[in-house]
């Protein structure tokens, strides 16, 4: 593995991802804003829709070839496929298991891709490292807890499918990183997996027979519009950039911000209740990154 696509974090790099988990921490509230008038489903396929339609747009502006005949296809609809997957396993175990427990078990992403990268890529993490990733973890548990398991066995579908969604995830950024997509530029890359994700969510929300009944509010729609230009066609281009750049298991240890983050945005914007537990939740994942970025 070239050590260029594998380096540690600089300073502008974390500042970065900083970036980007806050906007991925104030998408989940602008998902729940949406959803009394938007359905899941729906929205993920619309979002992704225009989501494409200005990446296309955006790489022809700058010149980007979209070509699939660059070697990248294979990498591409595998990595849209699990893009696809991940957001098919979420919504419906979201109606079998605790919100909490979701968040838990999405965030085995992070486990997921440093032991693919130590095994597929490389990247071998030091014993502090694990130590970090860890920590961060205990810090989500620490926050959201483990609700009492007492919703009978379909909680543990729900569970299942969310530790499937948390595969999908870091898988996806494995395949980025080892096949052909890991030179190819961020606007392909999210064109791969829009384009491969659009009827995977489309069908998802036949399947769900989901139904809108009148023509969505101004706040919603703008809700929708911060997921569709921002956080999908933005975010989710830098982030496969620096997927592409850096090392794959240090970014990822990076997204454990994300949660906390979505709890501090629904404090302030819907005023929803923050614990004791969230500072110190915020400190042991401070102190996870510290240990996973930290020199050899």
């Known amino acids: 593995m070239n050590n260029s696509t594998s380096r540690p974090l600089d300073a502008v790099a974390a500042l970065v991802m900083l970036g980007l988990t806050l906007s991925w921490g104030i998408n989940q509230v602008s998902v729940k804003l949406t959803l009394p008038e938007i359905p899941p489903f729906t929205q ?4 992704s829709i225009g989501a494409l339609l200005i990446i296309i747009v955006w ?3 700058r010149g980007v070839s979209l070509t699939i005949r660059d070697g990248t296809l294979i990498g591409g609809l595998l990595a849209g496929a699990l893009f696809g997957l991940e957001f098919l396993l979420i919504f419906p175990g979201l ?4 919100a ?3 968040t838990l078990f999405i965030y085995t992403a992070p486990f997921v891709v440093a032991l693919g990268a130590t ?14 990733l860890a920590c961060s973890f205990i810090g989500l548990v620490v926050a959201f807890g483990v609700p009492d398991a007492s919703r009978g066995g379909m909680q543990l579908v729900g569970d299942i499918m969310m530790v499937g969604a948390g595969v999908a995830w870091g898988a996806t950024t494995l395949v980025i990183k080892g096949s052909a997509l890991r030179t190819a530029p961020a606007e392909k890359v999210l064109a791969y997996q829009l384009a491969v994700s659009i009827p995977m969510l489309a069908l998802g929300a036949l399947a769900a027979s989901e139904r809108m009944t009148a023509m969505p509010s101004a706040w919603s729609l703008g809700w929708l519009a911060y ?11 830098v982030w496969f950039f620096m997927v592409q750049r850096y090392s794959a298991s240090r970014l990822s240890a990076f997204t454990f911000l994300t949660p906390l983050f979505g709890v501090a945005s629904g404090h302030f914007v819907l005023g929803e209740p923050i614990s004791w537990a969230f500072g110190a939740a915020v400190a042991l994942v401070i102190a996870g990154l510290i240990l996973v970025n930290r020199p050899g």
């Open 44 to 47: 993920a396929t619309v979002r």
């Open 59 to 61: 790489a022809r502006a």
């Open 95 to 98: 109606q079998f298991t605790a």
């Open 100 to 102: 909490s427990r979701a």
């Open 119 to 132: 095994v597929l890529l490389g990247e071998r993490l030091r014993a502090t490292q694990w130590l970090g």
């Open 227 to 237: 997921q569709t230009f921002w956080v999908v066609s933005v975010t989710f281009a």
